[in-house]
């Protein structure tokens, strides 16, 4: 078992937290209050490969494999969450998805710019009453000659507005359950396509989430992935990935604010020394370390099964029920470190914590997780 990084590895790594540094970090405090989305920080992510790293070359992706791509995302996650969000829906949600399962004409007009970070993608799932139960669909696209007729709405759908391409997930056959969902490629501004407000979120702030609906949208036949009936299998096999990705992202929350709790311990300075002195401030740090090592091999073991090519559903489950978890233990410890200082926007811990909650919610909520883990163990 080796546990070594290769060079690639490291290099992916360094760039991602330069850039996390010196593109992500100034005006970050801003973006939250105002939530604004980073718009120029992800062109630039797009530029240097960040947006499409495990697509083939030939699509416009950077043919890196998961653990390049979990590595990139703690270190963006560590400053931006918002940032990152974005890039972990457009490489796993929705270029994963395309490059798997679509078409080679699919590929060529849709998955290129997604790759290449031209344009951002959406994956949309979630609705107002269906929530992560996703049999439940109520969108619905009915078969007229060479289209379908969508209608419906989603919500909770990052990158809804500065997204150009979506994944929309839509029953085509009620009577048949789960088994009549299937699986559409919508693009901005066909007419019937309407964005909704902006959601005044808890955390993530930045990043750039609405409600969607369709009302009459005619999509055309082509722009079905796979078969009709394959959408509650392509939306299961896409989460499975993204659930890697924002275990991930949990664990760069929960990092960052382990780094920035231990600095401000050695710094900060109580009863005549340095406050990482006192025994309680380093019981609280050790566990800190402790519970992200632990989250981060959860990660980075469903990262390399995936790349290995075995089955990793129950690893990605378990990664990102631990790794929420710990996100959220730790901004919270990282918080009671800083003291009052931990209350005020300056010191960043207060914003992780608000954006480790999301970890928890997305891509199927921790009861979710749950039910996901025991069923392969009981299988």
Request: glycine content about 10%.
């Given at each position: 078992?080796?546990?070594?990084y290769?060079?690639?590895?490291?290099?992916?790594?360094d760039?991602?937290?330069?850039?996390?540094?010196?593109?992500?970090l100034?005006g970050?405090?801003?973006?939250?209050?105002?939530?604004k989305?980073?718009?120029?920080?992800?062109?630039?992510?797009?530029?240097?490969?960040f947006?499409?790293?495990?697509?083939?070359?030939?699509?416009n992706?950077?043919?890196?494999?998961?653990?390049?791509?979990?590595?990139?995302?703690?270190?963006?996650?560590?400053?931006d969450?918002?940032?990152?969000v974005?890039?972990s829906?457009n490489?796993?949600?929705?270029?994963?998805?395309?490059?798997?399962?679509?078409?080679?004409?699919?590929?060529?007009?849709?998955?290129?710019?997604?790759?290449?970070?031209?344009?951002?993608?959406?994956?949309?799932?979630?609705?107002?009453?269906?929530?992560?139960?996703?049999?439940?669909q109520?969108?619905?696209?009915?078969?007229?000659?060479?289209?379908?007729?969508?209608n419906?709405?989603?919500?909770?759908?990052?990158?809804?507005?500065?997204?150009?391409?979506?994944?929309?997930?839509a029953?085509?056959?009620?009577?048949?359950?789960?088994?009549?969902?299937?699986?559409?490629?919508?693009?901005?501004?066909?007419?019937?396509?309407?964005v909704?407000?902006k959601e005044?979120?808890?955390?993530?702030?930045?990043?750039?989430?609405?409600?969607?609906?369709?009302?009459?949208?005619?999509?055309?036949?082509e722009?079905?992935?796979?078969?009709?009936g394959?959408?509650?299998?392509?939306?299961?096999?896409t989460?499975?990935?993204?659930?890697?990705?924002?275990?991930?992202?949990?664990?760069?929350i929960?990092?960052?604010?382990?780094?920035?709790?231990?600095?401000?311990?050695?710094?900060?300075?109580?009863?005549?020394?340095?406050?990482?002195?006192?025994?309680a401030?380093?019981?609280?740090?050790?566990?800190?370390?402790?519970?992200?090592?632990?989250?981060?091999?959860?990660?980075l073991?469903?990262?390399?099964?995936?790349?290995?090519?075995?089955d990793?559903?129950?690893?990605?489950?378990m990664?990102?029920?631990?790794?929420?978890?710990?996100?959220?233990?730790?901004?919270?410890?990282?918080v009671?470190?800083?003291?009052?200082?931990?209350?005020?926007?300056?010191?960043?811990?207060?914003?992780?914590?608000?954006d480790?909650?999301?970890?928890?919610?997305?891509?199927g909520?921790s009861?979710?997780?749950?039910?996901?883990?025991?069923?392969?163990?009981?299988?």
């Open positions: 078992m080796n546990f070594e290769t060079e690639e590895h490291l290099a992916v790594r760039a991602a937290r330069e850039f996390a540094q010196s593109e992500l100034p970050v405090i801003e973006r939250d209050t105002e939530a989305f980073p718009a120029d920080q992800i062109k630039k992510m797009g530029e240097l490969g947006m499409g790293m495990m697509v083939n070359p030939k699509y992706g950077g043919g890196m494999d998961t653990i390049s791509y979990v590595l990139a995302m703690e270190e963006l996650s560590k400053i969450a918002s940032a990152s974005a890039m829906v490489n796993s949600l929705v270029c994963w998805g395309l490059e798997k399962y679509g078409s080679e004409a699919q590929k060529e007009k849709y998955l290129k710019p997604l790759a290449s970070g031209e344009v951002l993608g959406a994956f949309c799932l979630s609705e107002p009453e269906a929530g992560s139960d996703a049999t439940s109520k969108t619905e696209a009915r078969r007229e000659g060479d289209f379908y007729i969508l419906g709405t989603k919500n909770w759908i990052t990158n809804g507005n500065t997204a150009s391409v979506y994944l929309v997930i029953q085509t056959d009620v009577a048949k359950g789960h088994k009549g969902i299937s699986a559409f490629i919508v693009e901005k501004g066909w007419e019937g396509f309407v909704g407000k005044d979120k808890l955390g993530i702030r930045g990043s750039d989430t609405h409600s969607l609906m369709f009302t009459d949208v005619k999509v055309p036949v722009n079905r992935i796979g078969e009709e394959f959408g509650f299998n392509f939306a299961m096999e989460l499975n990935g993204g659930r890697i990705g924002i275990a991930a992202q949990a664990l760069g929960a990092a960052g604010a382990y780094e920035l709790a231990l600095a401000y311990a050695k710094e900060r300075k109580a009863f005549g020394k340095p406050i990482s002195q006192h025994q401030i380093q019981f609280k740090l050790a566990d800190m370390a402790t519970s992200i090592e632990a989250a981060r091999l959860l990660v073991k469903s990262a390399w099964l995936k790349d290995q090519g075995k990793y559903a129950h690893a990605s489950a990664a990102k029920l631990y790794a929420s978890q710990v996100a959220m233990d730790v901004t919270v410890e990282a009671q470190v800083h003291g009052g200082y931990g209350f005020v926007k300056e010191y960043h811990v207060e914003r992780l914590m608000r480790a909650k999301i970890t928890q919610i997305y891509e909520t009861e979710i997780q749950r039910i996901v883990i025991s069923r392969g163990l009981l299988r």
